[in-house]
């Protein structure tokens, strides 16, 4: 969660159980910053940094975790116009997973084309395979579902082919306070690709929903703001 997660708040919640951790968004590139900018100047939360302080100190906060929690996995969550600056992040020595950001609908992300308004670039399948076959971590890709004029499966067909580790897949159901349960699973049963479920989990019954949908993994977001979930992660 931009403006949130850094290494100090990740480090109070991987207590809770989780065996992987996401550091971001982070914007990395010349357009993306100028974006974050803008949203900063409009009251909400983002990380900020020049563009040759940011992957110093994504190093320095994967570290940080590392220093503390050598066995817990850390990913970094990036956005970038182009794909270059996402392969120089992955090179960071610690970080286990490069995650993509083809998920933010800020207007000032979305109006450069990043985000979530990636998928409806003609060149995305290119754009994340460049990154895997470059990459020197592991690579997710993050999307929402049920972005307006895109096909969420056709999408996750594509990142499968081009080659990524993992789909983070926040099923938002744009009409409710809950997951699209019916796209997970169609996504989890027509694809192979390891699936992070995400969206809306507070309950264990949540994330046993998630799996009987087909979840590789799944992860929690909002839940872990107020620090009280009820279960120990490490239970699932
Ligand atoms: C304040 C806030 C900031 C967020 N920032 C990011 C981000 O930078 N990158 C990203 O992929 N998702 C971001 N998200 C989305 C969450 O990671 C998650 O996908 C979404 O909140 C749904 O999951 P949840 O129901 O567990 O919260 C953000 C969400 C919130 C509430």
Redesign the pocket.
Known sequence: ?????DAEFLKRVIPYGFDVV?L??YSLDEKTIEASRKIIERGR?EFHFEIDEVIPHIESEVNSIKNSYPDVRVSA?VRSALPEPIIEASKIEKLDII?I?C??RQDEITAIGCGQEMLKRPDFTKYISKIVDESESEVSV?I?ANVEGTDTLEIAQGIEDAGADYL?L?A?DPNVFDADWKLLKKVCDNTDIKVIG????DSREKIMKMYDCGVYGF?????V?SGSLNFNISDF
């Open positions: 969660m931009a403006g949130i997660t996401t971001g968004g939360k969550n995650e950001n998920h933010c993050k929402r983070h926040d938002m995400n969206n809306s989990i992860s929690i977001a909002r839940g703001i």
